[in-house]
């Protein structure tokens, strides 16, 4: 087992370093704007790692894959090259959501979500999955956040499955882990050499929610929703201010807290993955360690990271008017 943990590490770096070099020559690039919070032109793309990892996945670990894995496989390869398109050139919204459409139904259906799930929750259930997913992507805004934030989540699963109680296939979460560290060889730098793009956010997000799915399914246990607390309460808030100032939602913006940290206070933008990985680390800790219901958990969670949130919100969006 540990050789194909190595021989996938190894084609996975060979495979960033060539993609490199193909996306210099062809121009695939994030070009800055008034909204970005970077200032130089950078390679992007690089999310690509995700999906060619659960290829690997199921090359090497085929007798180990979570039942009706091919379901999962190509839910993963629909969306992801939907996307990897969509950040070459621009497609039509319609387009996007079509794709998300299908990537959730094979989803679902790789979990028996259909089968175990009344009609009603499965309709919740693609709601809350495609947000979650979008989130993600619009989330994925300075270097290292993505790639940091989904290694903690990676991390807390892997621990859970292996200490607490086992659910899934352990390479599963394992090659999950291992993209995400190679990815951030790339990325979590002052200056990015790759951006993740569509295809990488959108992709893990995917991944990542699978995992997460798969644990509320097994185990009855909503809580591991918020193993996404620290992103959901950052990406909701934001629309709701938003939507209070009347913008259009679906536009590029930099109204995040970590974009006002990184744009308006100037901390580091590796400071900032950091802290909402760590974060979110503490988060998932304490849900493994405590038995509290969904309700009494999301309120001991989500109460705190929403006060932090309007009360830093308002001092920098007071300190940006004057």
Known sequence: MM????????????????????????????QPNLRSSHALVTLTGGGIIFPLAMMLYSVFFNQEAPPHFIFLLIGMLLISIVSFWDDIVSLPIRVRILAHLLAVTSLMY?????????WWASVIAYILIIGTINAYNFMDGINGITGVYSLAILVSCLYFNMEVHSMISNPYLIVAIMACVIFLFFNFRRRAKLFAGDVGSVGLGFWVISILLLFIIKTGDLRFILFLAVYGVDAVLTIIHRLKKKQNIFKPHRLHLYQLLANEKKISHLTIATGYGLLQLAINALIINTSFDFLTTSLLIC????????????????????
């Not at 996938?8 to 770096?13: E, G, K, N, P, S």
């Open 3 to 30: 050789l194909s943990f190595v021989l996938i590490a190894i084609l996975l770096f060979v495979a960033m370093l060539a993609y490199t070099k193909l996306a210099r020559k062809y121009g695939i690039v994030d």
């Open 303 to 322: 109460l705190p990271l929403s006060l932090c949130y309007g009360l830093m919100k308002f001092r920098l969006m007071k300190n940006k008017a004057a």
């Open 110 to 118: 790789a979990v028996d979500a259909f089968t175990i799930w009344p």
